[in-house]
């Protein structure tokens, strides 16, 4: 059974730094298209960062240079470094998986994932 187990998720202050992980079972990620997403209350969920099966990089425009998507593939591990934090990055971050990876570069930030964890709480104070 697939499975994507979030972790990582802290509050911090305004310019500070988090990394967050996503461990996965019974798929491979080194084949796989990933991704974060967050949803804050009231807001709608939005993708964040992703990243191909080839390693090609999206970022939406709000954290691009801030935030760096990576693979760990020995790990079969997705994660998000996130610096220089801003109070409008407080939300729910989730991540999201679909393989085998037969997305567009330019659809991986809005492409209906198969696969989804549970979620890590981000909360950034100013």
């Known amino acids: 059974q697939v499975q994507l187990g979030e972790s990582g998720g802290a509050a911090v202050q305004a310019g500070g730094s988090l990394k967050l992980s996503c461990a996965a079972s019974a798929f491979t990620v080194r084949y796989s298209c990933m991704a974060w997403f967050r949803q804050a209350p009231g807001n709608e969920r939005e993708g964040v960062a992703a990243?191909?099966?080839?390693?090609?990089?999206r970022y939406t425009d709000s954290v691009r240079g801030r935030f760096t998507i990576s693979k760990d593939n020995a790990e079969n591990t997705l994660y998000l470094q996130l610096n220089s934090l801003k109070p409008e990055d407080t939300a729910m971050y989730y991540c999201?998986?679909?393989?085998?990876?037969?997305?567009?570069?330019?659809?991986?930030?809005?492409?209906?994932?198969?696969?989804w964890g549970q979620g890590t709480q981000v909360s950034v104070s100013s």
């Open positions: 999201a998986a679909e393989e085998p990876c037969a997305v567009n570069a330019d659809s991986l930030l809005h492409f209906p994932y198969n696969y």
């Open positions: 990243i191909g099966d080839d390693d090609t990089t």
